[in-house]
């Protein structure tokens, strides 16, 4: 019933690996750079510097890998979950070529060393217009995958008014709306100001505007690509745990506050920025304090619900039941792991969203120690841990190498838990992010910075045995695999099966107002006065040639 649907799928996981495997190269060519081993020269005259590596990491990894695994993902647990086929096939295709449109149009100039402007593009680092016109391609493209989702979803509800959507699809169609709404401050960014700036049309930029816009939707984005981790978590790992939901409805509201709360807090990205009086970072501040909320609410339920599936397996005792949970299950393992390091990611996002103590974190190497446990752990080892049943099950082959698989899930976590905490610890002794430290430690000889330094290239060799492990267990399960296999898709069911969901849980309505009107307090004035007093003065500079 899906033929469609997989492939479509399975087209969007292709381009995803791919840039997953050009763009995770580069972590460990950083990761050795900080501990003294710069490899960079030797891949001249293709990859003229270390910025030129970091760009093409951030962008590949965290931009692209991202978007085409979470628009595929979603696209195909919103058709199955909702037992039809995706509302509108076409469109799901032409959001699919338009990215990869875009993506095209944005790798020529990455990869000529014309838009070394790093993932977040700060102006006023200027890039040529048709990069900045390839990542809103990507982004128009990313929209169209949403607008299919969410029409699927709306028809699924004309069909069945009054009743709670299975919460596969509900969570998928929260996520999309939530990347409908965010990206407005990314395309009005690329739109009104960057490609017509890159253009010579406008004179100049106003850089605190931009940054403004951009960070309206660059904090939403980690919910971007939280949540399909979060959809795995709450709807699929209790039932390969062998448990279940512990509480749908606790499940439901948290993909709600998610939706409410992840757009109006982008300042925490900006406390020290001078253009912006600190009542609005104050503003912001408490406003992520309670974006903690629905994580803490979804460990709690997520635990208790793998506890469920530990003690049906024969666990007992206080933590016995760990023990007994599917360890030698890819899938479960990546994911599990995934999770742990994500509880060290969340206590470090409080203390980036403390407006004081930011001030001793913010740009140090911290904030990259921070990311790669979350995004770099909590969302690529989870998608990773997807895939080990996700390409079986579109493929139709069981999965090669499978105790590989399980090691692969296992060196991440050694390897990133050595790695972040070696940039987590330099960044406190005060090393910059974005910095060829093994060039600025001898210079500054700062010799605390050596063994913190040491570790991020211990941690990052790991990483890349990892990644290695990861890809030859999907090349050898997709290309040379001869066993075939049934893969079912993990749906975990509700530990109360007469839950039943209140209605101000399946309205989107009052949500919706609540969060326009909380984007409209949070931002509308402020923004107001920026644009007010916008200068379009700065010229453009490219200051990595
Ligand atoms: Fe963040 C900077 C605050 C979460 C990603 N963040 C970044 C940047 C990125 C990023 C990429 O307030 C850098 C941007 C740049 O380039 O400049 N972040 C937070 C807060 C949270 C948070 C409060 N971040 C994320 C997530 C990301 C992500 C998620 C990606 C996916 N972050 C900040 C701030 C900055 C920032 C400031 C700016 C810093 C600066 O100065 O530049 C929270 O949402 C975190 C909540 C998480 C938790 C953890 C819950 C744990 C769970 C798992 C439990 C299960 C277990 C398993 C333990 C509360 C759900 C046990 C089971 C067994 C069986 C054993």
Redesign the pocket.
Known sequence: MFASEKKLTGWHIALALTGLAIGSLFGPLQAWEHAGLNLYPSLQPYIASYYQGLTLHGILN?LVFTTFFITGFLSYVTATSLGRNLRYQKLGWAGFFTMVVGLVMAAIPLLLNMASILY?MYPPMQAPWFFYLGMTLVIVGSWMSGWNILGTFIGWRKDHPGEAAPFQAFASAITMALWQISTLGIASEMLLLLIPWSLGILPGVDVQLARTLFWFT?HPL??F??LPAYVSWYGMMPKQAGGKLFSDTMARFAFWLFLLLSTPIGF??Q?VDPGVPAGWKYIHAIL?YA??FP??L??FN??AS?EIGGRKRGGTGLFGW?RK?PWDDPSYTAQ?LA??L??F??AG??I??SYNI?LV???TAW?PG??HL??GT??ALSFMGIMYWLVPHITGKALAAKKAAVWQGWLWFVGMAIFSRGLHWIGLLGAPRRTMLGVAIDNYGNAQWKVASLMTGIGGTILLISGLTFFYVIIRTVFFQKETAVVEIPVAEPLNPNEVVPAWLINWKPWLIGVFALIIIAYGPILIVLIQNGTFLSPGFVVWK
Do not use: E, R
């Open positions: 965290a977040t660059g980690v919910y690509w939280l925490h990205h406390f992520t974006v903690f994580s803490l979804t460990a997520v635990i793998l760990i949970l599990n999770m742990i994500f509880a990611g969340g996002g409080i980036n969203a930011n974190v913010h740009n904030v921070h990311f979350t995004v909590a969302v």
